[in-house]
């Protein structure tokens, strides 16, 4: 497609345009014809023949022919009429696909001349294509939980057909749940979606049904059809429910394990999982959970323990019926399981008073025992009556309910029978009956015939010491064979006297018991071995008795602690001060502590132990750890410390261990020194005991005084309390006084409140007693009377005890008396009577109400209740809960007709089979009192009647009473809830009004105090509502009011109050929390409905497309969420993506191809985990761009090759077709030839090309053609194909050989090898074959006297140079010749090269020894020497040569060691030969010595030569006469010597000092140099440092800025030295301003501070000379100057750190622009007391031009006398410096 817009083509030239492509392509012989596809065979397409314009006769013998690349059959032309006609079936899908255009294109080519005709056939389209889907059926599954209008896409229809026949509707069948939704896109492919209109339910319609129908826009009409098939899946949105909210079911007890109580069946609506349940045991009440199990499978309920009719007669199982389904929900049902008695309890027979020692002179009918008899079971099964043994002189009498007395019936004869053997048999009612059996022991009385006995006459008792008074050590025991009384053993101490004391003040004998005490602390210290006897008695008449020995031992215990004794008279227990000197060693004895211990064995064993000394400093003392002895643990020296204060802690070794703590006082004195000590220390050490006796004396007066303290206070507080005087005196209202009595019987007033409790009209009775003085609050307190307001009384009730003579005179007293209209409390609580009747074991309690009108009522009320109890033999009393220890219960020996005298010698007690310790009588009285905590809900639980059973028995004669004490219920217990904090879940899905039951709270009070009332807290989706069961128990439950969310509210915590019915009221709360559970309601969603991504076609695999995101707000497996991708079009046999499920992420698959597809559309769907799953969807659609990723494809056809060199031009090589499988501007193709060739490309067709020649060939000047068509698209970058056509012309013989180079150089070592190849040459020829075949030969001539073959050859073929024979540098250093080369052609042509050879040198001459001398030439050189010669006297010179050259003949010295190690005084000159002397000579070395001298060059390997040196050492008159000549010259020499020696030394001496100086002042000036410097300019110059051998380089280790005044740093600044230690530091900002120095500056950092300028020593520097001239190093110093070109500070040359001139020059880059006058006089070095001066030549002096710098001292400056002098001198040392200052600038 053209862009003629972009061409800036209008309308006009848009038809030119037209016309001049029609003209043009009328010229390229191009042919355009149409057909429909499915046309049948042999259709008519067009006359090709004639339009190409041909002759028909001329078609065969030209080879007419029509060829396509691709489609060739479908297409035929009939030669005999030149017809084109269909040949076979042509499909425009098959050949197209969905392209907008399709033609067939043919190539017709006729031969002689070549030509080719390109024709084009439009395939047109026709409706031949339904629409189709790619599945007969597709399945949606849909929850029924979906909310109205979501979407859910569909796969829709595809058509092969295009445009009008492709656009496709659909419509969808009727139907009331779903809307179809059918949008399209540019692309026409449909993009459908159901859209959810009704909401569906699972449970009526379980699956739907639909048709959906596409039909496309061709003529006729053609559908397609694909059924849609909707499941909706199950959400778990019904409950599980029961056939019955509550069952009932009747189990025996005792029911075998398990047994079927009852199959629970519960359904649910829902299907799979969500319709599965489970059951659980919520609750079993009461406590009852281990005797059930519930199968959770079927919902069986089984008994698992056992079941106890007398335990629990109902039990309460609340089950629970789970489904599996996600969140689960439950349905409730409570089981009530009555029990049902049954006669499993035998009866119990209890025996007890038994009176069976009889005598035997006891009358008939005397009680022997009291049976009580009783059985669990209930009605029949309870009933019991006892029997028994037949035959013996007793019998059973019936006394009360279950109650019996054993009572002889005849009388005894002790002499026939001695003891009786009772069975007592209860025997129940039940069927079969149960029977019980009791064995009562009758014995006959005995005689006193047997003394008490010990188990062995002796004993050994073990008794630690000091303890407590009264403690038991032992208990003796004796046997008496007797019965009753004469069995009773008492057992006493056998007195005697311990010493002074008698034995009663240590021991004491319990007599009934025989328990041992010892009743005083024993001390092991006094009394180690205490031995006494014991006596046994009997009770018989006469008695008898029997004694036993007692050995007690005291044990030792550690009671002592350690005591001190004195080491000298008078410092025991005091500070023991020692004088010891400071001479004496380690080990000396200072003192010694001496410790005692009173107890024995480990306790007395002691260990001493010095304590640390204070702030933790370290003492030279030790103490011994068992000795005691203090001594030293080094020698002292002055560092110690002149006094110590040494703390000994003394211990023993018992447990625990008791110490004691010694002081020493040390003090070091020095050896002659005699110890002083003041009278003051005398006397206190003399008297310790006098200060302990001064403390025991104050420590007395202090007990004293408190002891008179506290008994003033009692006696005040007695005095007090008795002075309180009563205020009522008589019975009357008013306030009585209330005596109590302690649990011992000892009687005290009460600490708390006081009552007086009257009886009859007369004075109050003072024998009425309370045991305890906590009283109920229900009784009258005088306390309490004058803070309550009147009328108010406790809940628990006023009780008033009437106490009367006899009969109706109690009524009367109460009536006219007692019960007046303003004695009544008026209140709601009752008032209660206590009233006895004329029968002694009578009471009666009325209970008077308010005053009302139903006083009438109440007399009547109490004549009946007397009555009924005059009738019955029983007691009755009732007693509140929790009522404090001694209150008063009743008068129950005055009721029971007993006198008070008679209770203790008649054994009065009170017995009770389960609560006997409860209630207490107090014999002293008579009256029956809480003894211990009652707890009703701990007697009875919560029974509606709870009582005490007491039976009340007397002795002499034997009477059995029975009371009932009634416990009445307080509300002392709060509703209690099992557990704090209740969790309930509560799906989000569940409906309104959804019920779920809670856990109600217990209150284990009964009647109205566990009366519950709930109330929950204040919240908008829960309302409480309380459900009454059968056995009249609420059950709280939460009712839904408003929907959950879990999105919005995952959970609600309230409260749940519950209030019982007492007064006052008692509450109870929990924690309610709701967790609402989630449902998978919300579908997954994605960022957007589609997403659109562009990519380049031929991406790599595995590279991701988009990172998709789906969210969903539900939790768990509800929001997990899983990617996958549903379809993707175009539908293709290969996946080229794929998506992670894990995270959404879409990679690239496969590779993408344009050419295949440009675009794709993916629908993606994110489906979670819950169930059922829910999904969400997008669509992505993947546009593919094209890369130029085809390369062009060349096809060469018909080649006519070779080319003669008489070839026309014009002449047809070849025919080149192009093709490129890319669109637009990567597909258009542009083809193009080798340039500079005789041959061009002619377009005969679009991407179609003739290779043609274009000029004449001369096979002379180019034998043959490498064409390379090549072929370029447009794309970028551009792609491009070659294809190569050789063209071939004949060739001639017009090239000689030819050499890359006219001469080569060749290096060859001397003494090769003969034959050796050295060098190969090589020549081209640019002929072909036989006329390119080169030959190579030398070029011969004379080397000296030989022929040069003689030296080298050539091999003919390979060119390879060879040498003869070996090579000599010594004799040949140059060989130079020529190699010839020819070739084979005619006739043959040839060239010459020139070759020279270089014989490099080898070390293959020795050195050889020059004559020193005439005739000592290689032999041994002698040599006569003077002792009296010093060092480095010359002896002699070997001399010696090297034939070889270079490196090989540099020769150097060695001597040999000579023979067995032995030293010589002689050395030799490592390269200069000479011999000379290494110290001075003297008499014991040798006489002669033979020096060995090693020659040796430098070779590889080293050669080496020997010369022999004879040294005869003569005295100084035997030495040779030489002429006088030669004396001078020897003398001077040695003069001149000795001359350059002194030099020498003096400079070395001076370079010593100038470095030493250098270096000292060098660490001066850095140790005083500011700590901080500041930067000079952003810029950091680099240091450059010269290394040993005068190379620069960078340094390695830091780099050092060296700045001066305000300019830039100067880069021209060298440190020489490259292991000197750079710092980091930057010089300081100077001022703006210069200011002068102030001329008396000193040290101070205010005055430094200010400073404008300063001195900086760096390290080495370098001193440029002048013109020429070397560069020196020597110490530099710069300057910081307020002028903005900075300079240098060096020292003359040759001066010393310590030279008094220091040059100040400017560096070349910064040239000196300051006049004379501006530079600072002075310049301070900061840290030296040297300042330096700087001088200013005028501009016109010519000595010297630069400033300088003088070092002088501040204290100089001050003096005027001594400045004018120095300036003088120093005018005269700049003149003297100024020369050699020019030299070394």
């Not at 008794?463 to 009753?484: L, M, W």
């Not at 120095?1637 to 370098?1662: C, F, Q, T």
């Not at 204290?1755 to 100024?1778: A, F, L, M, R, V």
Request: charge should be negative; glycine fraction near 6%; aromatic fraction near 6%.
């Amino acid at each position: 497609m053209f862009g003629f817009q972009r061409w800036g083509l209008g309308p006009p030239r848009l038809l030119l345009w037209f016309l001049f492509l029609e003209f043009w392509e009328m010229g390229s012989g191009q042919l355009h014809y149409s057909v429909y596809e499915e046309s049948k065979h042999g259709t008519f397409v067009g006359r090709i023949a004639q339009d190409l314009g041909l002759e028909l006769a001329e078609l065969v013998p030209r080879l007419f022919r029509v060829a396509s690349k691709t489609h060739g059959d479908l297409l035929e032309v009939n030669l005999q009429n030149g017809i084109l006609f269909v040949n076979s079936r042509i499909d425009r899908e098959e050949l197209c696909g969905q392209s907008a255009e399709c033609s067939i294109h043919l190539e017709v080519i006729v031969d002689r001349p070549l030509q080719v005709f390109h024709v084009n056939v439009e395939v047109k389209d026709i409706n031949d294509n339904p629409p189709v889907f790619s599945l007969r059926e597709q399945k949606l599954l849909i929850a029924e939980s979906k909310q109205l209008d979501s979407r859910f896409p569909l796969e829709g229809a595809s058509d092969a057909d295009i445009e009008e026949n492709a656009l496709l509707t659909y419509r969808l069948s009727q139907n009331e749940y779903f809307s179809l939704d059918s949008p399209t896109n540019s692309k026409q492919i449909k993009r459908l979606s159901l859209i959810l209109k009704k909401s569906l339910d699972r449970e009526k319609t379980p699956e739907l049904n639909l048709l959906l129908t596409a039909t496309d826009g061709g003529k006729p009409e053609l559908t397609g059809t694909v059924q849609l098939l909707v499941q909706v899946l199950d959400v778990n949105d019904n409950d599980p429910e029961f056939d019955k909210s509550e069952y009932k079911v009747s189990l025996m007890e005792n029911a075998a394990k398990e047994t079927l109580v009852i199959k629970l069946n519960a359904t649910d609506r829902d299907e799979g999982v969500n319709g599965e349940l489970t059951y659980s045991l919520m609750s079993i009440k009461p406590n009852g959970r281990p005797l059930f199990t519930l199968d959770q499978n079927n919902g069986e309920v089984r008994v698992n323990g056992i079941l106890d009719y007398e335990e629990n007669k109902f039990y309460n199982i609340e089950v629970q019926a789970t489904d599996k389904g996600t969140p689960p929900m439950a349905g409730h049902c409570t089981v009530w399981v009555e029990i049902l008695d049954t006669n499993d309890n035998s009866p119990e027979v209890t025996v007890t008073s038994a009176s069976l020692a009889i005598r035997e002179d006891t009358h008939p009918s005397t009680v022997i025992a009291l049976i009580s008899v009783s059985d669990r079971d209930s009605g029949v099964n309870g009933q019991v009556t006892c029997s028994l043994t037949l035959h013996v002189p007793f019998k059973l009498v019936s006394t009360f309910k279950n109650y019996y007395s054993l009572v002889l019936d005849s009388a005894l004869d002790r002499e026939s029978v001695s003891a009786y053997e009772l069975v007592v048999t209860a025997r129940d009612g039940g069927s079969p009956s149960l029977w019980a059996t009791a064995r009562v022991s009758v014995e006959v009385a005995d005689v006193n015939d047997n003394a008490p006995a010990f188990a062995q006459p002796e004993y050994t008792v073990f008794v630690k010491e000091n303890n407590p008074p009264g403690c038991h050590i032992f208990t003796v025991s004796a046997r008496d064979a007797d019965a009753q009384e004469n069995a009773l053993v008492s057992y006493s101490l056998v007195e005697r006297r311990m010493g002074e004391r008698a034995l009663s003040s240590y021991v004491s004998v319990h007599a009934e018991s025989g328990k041992v005490y010892a009743l005083q602390p024993l001390d092991h210290e006094e009394l180690e071995f205490l031995q006494f006897q014991v006596s046994a008695r009997d009770a018989g008449v006469p008695s008898l008795g029997s004694n036993v020995t007692l050995q007690v031992f005291v044990l030792d215990e550690n009671d002592n602690a350690p005591t001190l004794l004195a080491t000298r008279a008078g410092s025991a227990g005091g500070a023991v001060n020692e004088l010891v000197p400071r001479s004496v060693g380690a080990g000396h004895v200072v003192t010694k502590v001496r410790a005692v211990d009173a107890d024995s064995g480990y306790n007395a064993w002691l260990s001493y132990e010095l304590q640390p000394a204070a702030v933790g400093s370290r003492i030279p003392f030790r103490v011994g750890l068992y000795t005691g002895e203090i001594s030293t643990t080094r020698a002292l020296d002055e560092v110690d410390s002149p006094r110590h204060q040494l703390l000994v802690l003394v211990k023993d070794h018992g447990e625990p261990a008791l110490t004691a703590t010694a002081t020493v006082l040390v003090s070091l004195v020095e050896t002659g020194q005699a110890p002083k000590v003041s009278s003051r220390a005398l006397v206190g050490a003399a008297s310790p005991e006098a200060a302990l006796l001064d403390v025991n004396v104050y420590l007395i007066i202090a007990i004293c005084a408190v002891s008179s303290l506290l008994v003033l206070t009692l006696l005040l507080y007695t005095a007090l309390r008795c002075s309180v005087t009563p205020t009522e005196g008589t019975c009357g209202p008013g306030k009585p006084t209330l005596v109590c009595s302690r649990a011992m019987g000892s009687w005290s007033h009460s600490q708390q409140r006081q009552q007086r409790v009257c009886s009859g009209e007369g004075p109050p009775k003072t024998d009425l007693m309370a045991f305890s003085p906590s009283l109920p609050l229900g009784l009258n307190k005088e306390e309490e009377g004058e803070r309550q307001e009147p009328g108010s009384n406790h809940p628990g009730q006023d009780r008033l005890h009437i106490d009367c003579d006899a009969g109706k005179n109690v009524l009367n007293m109460y009536l006219q008396k007692r019960v007046t209209a303003h004695e009544i409390p008026q209140a709601s609580e009752p008032l209660k009577l206590t009233v006895p009747t004329q029968r002694p074991s009578f009471s009666a309690m009325v209970i008077i109400g308010p005053r009302g009108p139903g006083s009438q009522r109440l007399l009547l009320s109490l004549l009946l209740f007397a009555a009924w109890e005059v009738g019955s033999s029983q007691l009755h009393y009732s007693v509140y809960e929790e009522s404090k220890h001694g209150t008063f219960v009743g008068r129950i020996a005055q009721d029971l007709g007993l006198e008070l005298a008679e209770l203790v010698p008649r054994l009065f007690r009170v017995a009770s089979k389960t609560h006997g310790d409860l209630l207490e009588v107090n014999l002293q009285n008579g009256i029956l009192f809480v003894n211990s905590r009652i707890d009703r809900e701990e007697l009875c639980g919560r029974s509606a009647e709870c009582s005490i059973h007491l039976e009340v028995i007397v002795d002499r004669p034997l009477q059995v009473f029975h009371v009932d004490v009634e416990v009445k219920d307080i509300n002392d217990n709060p509703p209690v809830f099992r557990e704090r904090e209740q969790k309930v879940p509560v799906s989000e899905s569940a409906p309104l009004d959804s019920h779920f039951p809670l856990e109600g709270a217990s209150d284990a009070d009964i009647g109205v105090n566990s009366l519950l009332t709930y109330a929950l807290s204040l919240n908008e989706h829960f309302e409480l509502k309380i459900k009454t069961k059968k056995d009249k128990s609420v059950l709280p439950e939460l009712v839904l009011r408003k929907l959950l969310d879990r999105e919005q509210t995952p959970k609600l915590n309230f409260l749940l109050m519950v209030i019982d019915g007492g007064k006052p009221e008692l509450t109870g709360s929990v924690q309610i929390q709701i967790t609402v559970l989630d449902v998978n309601d919300n579908g997954p969603a994605f960022d957007k409905p589609s997403y659109r991504v562009v990519l380049s076609e031929n991406v790599q695999n595995d590279t991701r497309v988009i990172q998709l995101n789906a969210s969903d707000p539900d939790e768990g497996l509800n929001g997990e969420i899983s990617y996958g991708m549903k379809m993707i079009l175009p539908v293709s046999e290969k996946c080229m993506f794929s998506i992670n499920p894990d995270t959404g992420e879409i990679r690239i698959y496969g590779e993408l191809d344009f050419e295949e597809n440009n675009a794709y559309e993916i629908q993606v769907n994110a489906i979670d985990k819950g169930i059922p799953s829910m999904a969400g969807h997008s669509m992505v659609l993947v546009e593919v761009l094209d890369v130029n990723d085809n390369v062009p494809e060349v096809m060469i056809t018909s080649l006519s090759l070779p080319v003669q060199e008489d070839a026309q031009v014009g002449t047809v090589i070849a025919l080149i077709s192009v093709s490129d499988r890319d669109s637009g501007a990567n597909g258009q193709v542009i083809c193009s030839l080798t340039p500079h060739v005789p041959f061009k490309l002619v377009s005969t067709y679009k991407n179609y090309y003739s290779l043609v020649l274009d000029s004449a060939l001369d096979r002379e000047s180019v034998s043959a053609y490498e064409l390379v068509v090549t072929a370029r698209d447009g794309g970028s970058p551009s792609l491009w194909a070659t294809a190569s056509v050789s063209v071939g012309v004949a060739d001639v013989n017009d090239n000689a050989p030819a050499f890359a180079q006219p001469e080569y150089t060749v290096f060859v070592k001397e003494n090769n090898p003969p034959g050796c190849h050295i060098f190969t040459v090589s020549a081209g020829d640019a002929d072909a074959q036989e006329n390119a075949l080169v030959s190579y030969s030398l070029v011969e001539r004379r080397v000296g006297e030989r022929a040069l073959s003689s030296y080298v050859s050539v091999h003919a073929e390979s060119g390879k140079v060879y040498a003869l024979q070996p090579l000599d540098h010594e004799e040949l250093e140059l060989l130079q010749f020529q190699v010839s080369a020819r070739d084979a052609g005619v006739p043959p042509l040839g060239s010459n090269m020139t070759l020279q050879v270089f014989v490099l040198d080898e070390n293959d001459n020795a050195p050889a020894l020059l004559a020193t001398r005439a005739g000592s030439a290689g032999g041994a050189v002698s040599e006569l020497v003077p002792r009296s010669v010093g060092a480095g006297h010359v002896v002699a010179k070997v001399r010696a040569v090297d034939a070889d050259s270079g490196y090989n003949a540099w020769l150097s010295y060695e001597l040999q060691p000579a023979a067995g190690g032995a030293r010589i005084p002689f050395r030799v000159g490592l390269y200069t030969g000479e011999i000379s002397t290494t110290r001075i000579l003297d008499q014991a070395d040798a006489p002669r010595h033979r020096l060995l001298v090693l020659v040796k060059d430098h070779g590889e390997p080293a050669l080496t030569a020997t010369a022999t040196v004879l040294v005869s050492l003569v005295e100084n008159g035997q030495a040779p006469k030489v002429s006088s000549r030669a004396s001078v010259g020897a003398v001077g020499a040695e003069a001149a010597l000795v001359d350059i020696n002194v030099y020498l030394i003096i400079a070395i001496c001076a370079v010593s000092s100038l470095l030493v100086l250098t270096l000292l002042l060098y660490t001066a000036l850095r140790c005083s140099a500011p700590p901080t410097m500041s930067r000079c300019s952003p810029d950091k110059p680099t240091l450059v440092y010269s290394s040993a051998m005068g190379s620069w380089s960078y340094s390695q280790q830091r780099r050092q800025r060296v700045c001066s005044g305000e300019g830039p740093p100067k880069t021209d600044l060298m440190a020489f030295s490259p292991s000197l230690q750079l710092s980091r530091e930057d010089c300081l900002n100077p001022p703006s301003e210069p200011r002068q120095p102030n001329p008396d500056w000193r040290y101070s950092a205010s005055l430094r501070a200010g400073m404008h300028s300063s001195v900086h020593l760096e390290e080495a520097g370098i001193l440029r000379a002048g013109p020429g001239g070397p560069d020196q190093q020597w110490p530099t110093v710069s300057s910081a100057t307020p002028e903005p070109e900075a300079g240098e500070v060096s020292p003359p040359v040759g001066a010393g750190v310590n030279s008094n001139s220091w040059t100040f020059k400017y560096g070349p880059g910064n040239p000196k622009q300051s006049g004379p006058g501006e530079l600072p006089d002075k310049f301070i070095i900061p840290g030296s007391p040297a300042i330096i001066s700087i001088r200013q030549e005028p501009t016109n002096n010519q000595i010297d031009k630069s400033d300088f710098i003088t070092f002088g001292k501040k204290e100089e400056t001050k003096k005027k006398k001594k400045k004018k002098k120095g300036n003088k001198t120093q005018e005269k040392k700049e003149k003297g410096n100024s020369t050699t200052d020019n030299s070394d600038q």
